[in-house]
């Protein structure tokens, strides 16, 4: 699926360093990179920055799978923290489940290699 640049990320998500790395229909890959702003107290990759990647990804699914000329926004999401980041980079896969003409239902995972990092489903409101 090829998209203009300019649409598949906000300024908040090139903040964070998102890269896409798949995106078709109803599913999107983004890395993120584990870069010194995005450390938490710990030294570890902040919960906040990988919500936001997941967020991000979801949207992006969705947008590739009711099209990208309709606007889509998060209408509720849960995340399960698995494992802590202390480096490199991390991969967010993402997938629509449902599709209906006003809500759809995503699925995603936080991976860093074969290592589950975390788990979440969220609803988006088609707008």
Known sequence: MTVPDDVVFSAFSQLLGCRLQRLENGVAEVAMALEPHLRNRGGKLHGG???????????????????????SVTLE???????????????????????????????????????????????????
């Open 49 to 71: 920055a990988i919500f936001s990647l997941v967020d991000t990804t979801m949207g992006l699914a969705c947008s590739s799978s009711h099209g990208f000329d309709q606007q």
């Open 77 to 127: 999401c849960k995340i399960n923290y698995l494992r802590a980041v202390s480096e490199g980079d991390v991969l967010c896969v993402s997938r629509v489940l449902h599709a209906g003409r006003r809500t759809l239902v995503v699925d995603a995972d936080v991976l860093q290699g074969d290592k589950l990092v975390a788990k979440a489903q969220g609803t988006f409101v088609v707008l």
